[in-house]
């Protein structure tokens, strides 16, 4: 559901959030990515800190420059004035993947559970487009939206210690990019030479919410050639 007219939250004294609805949708992400721009690009001296998720923006500000009243106010008049009509998506990413083998464990069991074979599994997730929903549980994993419904398939039931940097999971009806060594339990299916994640650099985060995302099948001395010298880098 969509609701009429946002909602207003208060997190703790000096956060709010801001909800649009109760679901995952386009229509619903095109009004969390409008506010978050907004609040970007508008000079509020009081804001410390914008977070989008898929159906509601955090907004974290000064109670010391503006008191909670106004900046209510404030986030409540945006909310209602956003300029949908003139939504603009961000870029267009093409992340290349190299599917299955020891890059992706669990593309068999992906394919066994969907009644599909690995090539039909590789053909359908590349096939998509993927927006950029929001970004969580570590710096730099975006969870994306638009994932065809028939390669769902369900975490892992023991998650692994160590996922590699880059590798493309499925979670239900979820895909997204491990950007760093961590443990995790989505279905690993690909892996990108790509950095998804670079702390050494100004912008650290190869995508953004708002931005597409296509994924592109290589082979592994593709894969190898990329993920050597300058080809990871973006």
């Not at 909800?19 to 229509?27: A, H, K, M, R, T």
């Not at 970007?40 to 000064?62: C, F, G, H, Q, W």
């Not at 549980?137 to 065809?148: E, Q, R, T």
């Not at 493309?168 to 989505?186: K, M, R």
Request: hydrophobic fraction near 40%.
């Amino acid at each position: 559901m969509i609701y009429p007219e946002a909602r207003l939250f208060v997190v703790s004294d000096t956060a709010y959030s801001v909800e649009f609805g109760d679901e995952i949708s386009e229509q619903l992400q095109y009004r969390v990515v409008a506010l978050t721009r907004l609040l970007d690009e508008a000079p509020i001296p009081a804001l410390i800190e914008v977070i989008p998720s898929y159906r509601s923006v955090m907004i974290e500000y000064n109670p010391l420059i503006m008191d909670a009243k106004s900046m209510a106010e404030l986030l409540m008049n945006l909310s209602r004035h956003q300029p949908r009509q003139t939504f603009k998506s961000g870029r267009t990413v093409e992340i290349p993947v190299c599917y299955g083998g020891a890059f992706g464990p669990d593309l068999a069991d992906v394919a066994t559970q969907t009644c599909l074979s690995e090539e039909g599994v590789v053909k359908i997730h590349s096939s998509s487009s993927y927006p950029v929903y929001m970004m969580g549980f570590m710096p730099g994993f975006p969870f994306l939206g638009g994932m065809d419904k028939r390669i769902a398939a369900p975490r892992l039931s023991t998650p692994r210690l160590i996922i590699h940097p880059g590798s493309v999971g499925i979670a239900g009806e979820q895909t997204g990019i491990y950007p760093c060594a961590t443990p995790g339990g989505w279905r690993i299916i690909g892996r990108t030479p790509l950095s998804i994640f670079d702390k050494s650099k100004q912008d650290p985060f190869l995508l953004a919410v708002g931005d597409t995302v296509h994924f592109l099948p290589i082979d592994e001395a593709t894969y190898l050639a990329m993920s050597s010298g300058d080809g990871a880098q973006r």
